[in-house]
């Protein structure tokens, strides 16, 4: 892979293709069926707030589990754990499948649908999740702490390219005998195809910690990563980002069918533009601006919520749809600051032998926020501009966070000790007056 997705230096280029390709792969087939949830519910009778709901225990799944995965695969290697996520994708997606072409010939009433579909989708929240901590430690384990942000970028770049990717295809794919379904089967035959790369042409990590450092590691019963504070404002920080970036997503589907006054099937091209819109905004920060100005954690950080603020007030404000579009086009060029910041700081601030299990952390993070998705879209079903206002808010606040929190505002290329954590706190005690 050549250009803006290259390898991380020393990472060898075959390899990170192959790794680009997994996380392109999963957020492809995720982000078009995000694309498609707002006409399946409808379609099917699903209630709007349930449709969002659907993510919600393959989320808390994916959240509980990922630190478990980051263990596994210091212990039985990165390659194995990407099997197993791609494994666990391919079979969710086809459950999910199979269920919506129930739903859509109206086998059972939609409170049975929405049960198989959310223990279809479980599926890969418990074992998709799997390969994120694995990937991520893979491309960290070859990267110097000088190019960690530029690497960590590159990586996201796959999860932006998916979002442009997946709702690109995902009305190509709703064919005439399986429908809406069509988007779910293509997306599983895509991950079937990533796991027989990877189990053909992907060698192991030759840098993942020995068999010795992950028993010492085991024996010592390290407290959970959350807990530490090196990273804890980074996974506060990356919560609140994925929070508003999934409301805004799950939102956007049903703002522009009502707006439009189409039928769901009528506007999946208009939703699907507009995600496209948004994605291409994201790479343009990952692939692009980052690197163009070499910008750094902390003004990632900074800048990302900044420009998301916006991005949301302009869809709160939006009188129509290609205003609608502009602003989830700004708000994604703001997510696509955010998210490498906060993921890069979080690396640099531990020590190579910690980047699995940091890895797995900042995938629980971005796994669990979508149990709130539901509460925005009955935001949305209130009030329409809510959610985005709601979004704005945080977005603003956290940028007060960024300029105020010691570990953020002093996030660099250059890693973090737990001493230098410890005194950091100290510092954010003493500005808010001695406060425990």
Not at 75 to 100: A, D, E, H, N, Q
Not at 366 to 380: C, I, S
């Amino acid at each position: 892979m050549t250009g803006s997705a290259s390898a991380p230096s020393g990472l060898p280029r075959r390899s990170f293709a192959i790794i680009f390709c997994v996380s392109l792969a999963t957020a492809m087939g995720n982000t078009g069926l995000i694309s498609v949830l707002p006409a399946i519910g409808r379609s099917t009778g699903i209630p709007d707030p349930w449709v969002a709901a659907i993510f919600s225990l393959s989320a808390l799944l994916w959240a509980f589990s990922s630190p478990m995965w980051a263990r596994a695969s210091d212990r039985y290697g990165r390659k194995p754990l990407m099997m197993v996520g791609l494994s666990g994708f391919m079979i969710s997606m086809t459950c999910c499948g199979l269920v919506v072409s129930a739903g859509l010939r109206h086998l059972a009433a939609w409170p049975v649908i929405f049960g198989l579909f959310l223990v279809a989708r479980a599926l890969f929240g418990f074992f998709g999740a799997s390969s994120n901590p694995a990937t991520q430690a893979y491309v960290a384990e070859y990267t110097p702490a000088e190019r960690r942000t530029q690497a960590m970028s590159s990586l996201a770049g796959a999860f932006g390219l998916g979002t442009v990717i997946g709702p690109f295809l995902a009305p190509l794919f709703v064919l005439p005998v399986v429908g809406l379904a069509g988007p779910l089967f293509s997306f599983a035959l895509i991950a079937g195809v990533m796991l027989f790369i990877v189990i053909r042409f992907l060698p192991e990590s030759e840098h993942r910690p020995t068999a010795e450092a992950v028993a010492v590691r085991q024996a010592t019963k390290e407290a959970p990563m959350w807990r530490d504070p090196r990273i804890t404002p980074f996974l506060i920080y990356g919560f609140i980002v994925a929070v508003s970036q999934t409301a805004q997503g799950q939102t956007l589907g049903f703002l522009i069918i009502d707006q439009l006054k189409m039928s769901p099937a009528q506007a999946q091209g208009f939703i699907a533009i507009a995600m496209m819109f948004g994605a291409m905004a994201g790479l343009l920060a990952q692939w692009g601006l980052i690197r163009m100005f070499e910008m750094t954690p902390r003004e990632l950080l900074r800048w990302g919520v900044g420009v998301a603020a916006l991005g949301n007030l302009i869809v709160a404000l939006a009188p129509n749809y290609w205003a609608v579009v502009a602003g989830y086009a700004i708000s994604s060029l703001g997510f696509g600051f955010a998210r490498p910041g906060f993921t890069a700081g979080s690396s640099l601030a531990v020590d190579m032998n910690e980047q699995a299990r940091v890895a797995g952390a900042i995938a629980a993070v971005n796994g669990v926020n979508v149990v709130l998705a539901p509460f925005f879209v009955w935001l949305y079903e209130k009030i329409h501009p809510a959610p985005f206002i709601l979004n704005a808010t945080l977005m603003l606040t956290l940028l007060v966070y960024a300029f105020r929190n010691p570990q953020l505002r002093n996030a660099d290329p250059q890693p973090a000790t737990r001493a230098d954590a410890a005194l950091a706190t100290l510092e954010e005690r003493d500005e808010a007056g001695g406060a425990p």
